[in-house]
């Protein structure tokens, strides 16, 4: 995992909740709409970049809903670990 994919994390369904990602995130910033192949499923959710680097989760690259493609940790739930 790289350094830059801890900075990074993919959250989708109740995860996205702002009240759920501040406090399990505090200081994250919302970066944009973005979805991840899983099992050839396509899964939307959103990107935030976080304040400290979280190592917990697998590393996926993710894409925005603008093309740009970011390598982010995701959850096996998509839920914050």
Do not use: C, K, Q
């Not at 990074?8 to 944009?32: D, K, N, Q, T, W």
């Not at 680097?53 to 925005?64: E, I, M």
């Not at 740009?68 to 995701?74: E, H, M, N, S, Y």
């Amino acid at each position: 995992m790289s350094e830059a994919a801890a900075g990074y994390r993919f959250l989708s369904g109740a995860a996205m909740e702002p009240e759920a990602i501040l406090a399990a995130y505090p200081g994250s910033r919302f970066v944009a709409r973005a979805h991840v192949m899983a099992a050839d499923n396509e899964i939307w959710g959103i990107l935030i970049h976080l304040a400290t680097p979280d190592p917990a989760g697998d590393a996926h690259d993710v894409t925005t809903d603008d093309g740009r493609t970011f390598t982010a940790l995701v959850s096996n739930d998509g839920h914050p670990t």
